[in-house]
């Protein structure tokens, strides 16, 4: 059994074929918990994310007491537990009691290392325009929860719009009292453009396109990678090329701008996960969706078990769910083993080499993609293992969101689902869970759209975000 700064890792039963080396998130935390439990002397951890509005999230674990020899781990298992805690929740401030020696190193962790202090910086002025602040407290210091959730869309009478904002592509549809009317996809790549003029032409040029098919235009509601806090954009990789101060005065505030394009019609914007899960709650007829979308990123959206949505962040991208240390690492943060390299187009490019499929360096992604479900729909065994490879990933990976996330059904959509590969992803993980995970395979159920429904379906469910 190899480690992880200490903290074991555990070979999976079911090896993905073309990645020998994935160490699961779910299996080492299984392992270190029981391991703990088995000493019957773990010491107590309680945190608290605090986010705005007052809104906490509050967690509780035990790592080993400071003599025992499995205390080595507890750092590493701390600090990647909180980075998914981090990244599905969201928060400003993060609340720590446990262990003096490992506070100290988390503190550190967020203030000297490069992927700490991604994660601060991030968490911190981008999205909730306050420092981050790592304290250190007392047990009884750590603040209570204070969760908030709200309804979510849903609404489908009028004439609406409603768009998806990808980065290989943008989508936008027509929809008449919950009919769609019109839908188109359209190639882009705006991560390449610094203008945000270009931007705002290229995201009305599709508001026009869908208009031209309604008598008239009551609401827009859209979806777009990133985080989206009252219409205004906190980050975005599809604006990662603007520069720092044409961001603050072109692209915060470019849903508004839009919306004053368009009369001042009810608009809403929100993260593509979100509607990811909207659509999954609509097309099932059922609340506990977790849904996520497998696009140029990883999207992730929550509808609880109440139908509502909450005020956590879900940018499930850079939760880790690999913990081998020689994992794949993201070109944005510097971290491994993050849900991007596993459930996006970006997975299938490094799949490539281990599959023996040789294409050429500079095509881009998309077409990498293309090329791989036309290999798949012709029966090509080496396309097929890429997406045995991916299902496994999301077998292992849907058990560990079952930790952090209390939900019925897995929505399963987005670019790299479509075709027959799709299918044989999904499959394999409903075999991971069995065979690994027998007590959620029945409590777990996993959805995938129709092709149309894969492709248009976040724009349709996005059209019924705004009330009219």
Known sequence: ?????????????ATPTLDPGFRPAALANRAFRQAVEATGTGTPVAVALEREGGAISRFDTAVFGTENPGADGSYRYLERWLKFLLWSRGGYRLYFAGPEDVGDQLRRYYEESETGRFDAEIMGEKIYDHAFEFRRVAADEVPTACEQANPLGGYLNGCRIGFDLGASDRKAAAVIDGETVFSEETVWDPRAHDDPEWHLAEINDSLEKAAAHLPRVDAIGGSAAGVYVNNRVKIGSLFRGIPTDRFETGIKPIFEILRKKWNNVPFEVVNDGEVTALAGAMSIGSKGVLG???GSSEAGGYVNMDGN??????????????????????????????GVLYFSQQCVGRLLDAADIVLEADMPLPDKLKEVQRLMAADDDRAKKIYQTIGTYLGYTAAHYSEFYEFRHLLVLGRVTTGAGGHVMLNQAREVLR????????????HMPDEQGKRHGQSIAAASLPEI
């Open 1 to 13: 059994m190899n480690t992880n700064d200490g903290l074991p890792l555990v070979a999976p039963l």
């Open 292 to 294: 996520i979308a497998l």
């Open 309 to 338: 949505i909450t005020t956590w962040l879900n940018e499930l991208a850079f939760a880790p769910v690999d913990y081998n240390p020689l994992a794949a690492v993201d070109e944005w943060s510097r971290d491994y083993g993050c």
């Open 435 to 446: 065979s690994e995970f027998a007590g959620l395979a029945d409590k777990i159920s996993f």
